[in-house]
């Protein structure tokens, strides 16, 4: 038989290690984000823009 203390310990280390994957995953999309973006600009830096 499982104790209330194992299970409250195993409850509590699956969700701290499921909110650290959140979290790094999360960090990964952030950083793709900002690489694209920066990617774009420039891009439209350096085409010849329309002048006026």
């Known amino acids: 038989m499982v104790s ?4 409250a310990d195993f409850g509590y280390k ?3 290690g499921s909110m650290m994957l959140l979290t790094v995953y ?3 999309l952030c950083s ?7 990617q774009q600009r ?3 830096e350096s085409a ?5």
């Open 32 to 38: 793709v984000r900002v690489h694209r973006m920066l």
């Open 4 to 7: 209330k203390k194992q299970l």
């Open 42 to 44: 420039r891009q439209r």
């Open 26 to 28: 999360a960090g990964y």
């Open 48 to 52: 010849p823009g329309p002048e006026s």
């Open 14 to 16: 699956a969700f701290s």
